[in-house]
């Protein structure tokens, strides 16, 4: 089996390789960057995302109802009790902290073009899945 893999592997690595090359040209149209963008639009995109950080620092606590009732819908009545809380509290540090960093990078264009960190981009979007 390991003789297999010694064969295949470095074709695979080769593959995947060339397809990462290959696709890459065809990202770098849809990338936007400082350097292409008005002043408006660099201005537009600092303060979205500094108002997208600030939001998701004051409204992260929103994920843990938020986790509990996607997971009861998702999974029913008795995952939504057991596991949701969990997931709530997971999603609410992240959001937070991804809040937290947006605010704190609101200058960078990063990622993409001022791009959030998390989607949806805020707590109460994409609710009903």
């Not at 596991?83 to 999603?91: C, L, N």
């Not at 990622?111 to 994409?126: A, S």
Request: proline content about 5%; hydrophobic content about 45%; charged content about 20%.
């Amino acid at each position: 089996m390991l003789r297999n893999f010694v064969k295949i592997g470095p074709v695979a690595l080769l593959c995947l390789v060339l397809l990462v090359l290959v696709a890459a040209p065809a990202r770098a149209d849809h990338y936007r960057s400082v350097d292409d963008a008005s002043a408006e639009e660099v201005v537009s995109g600092m303060s979205d995302k500094a108002t997208r950080g600030l939001v998701n620092v004051a409204t992260g606590w929103l994920e843990f109802p938020r986790q509990i009732y996607a997971t009861y819908q998702d999974h029913g009545a008795v995952q939504g009790c057991l596991v949701g809380p969990f997931m709530g509290i997971g999603m609410m540090m992240t959001r937070t902290v991804a809040g937290v960093l947006e605010f704190a990078t609101f200058y960078l264009a990063f990622p993409g073009f001022y791009d959030p960190y998390l989607e949806p981009r805020y707590v109460w979007d994409d609710i009903e899945r």
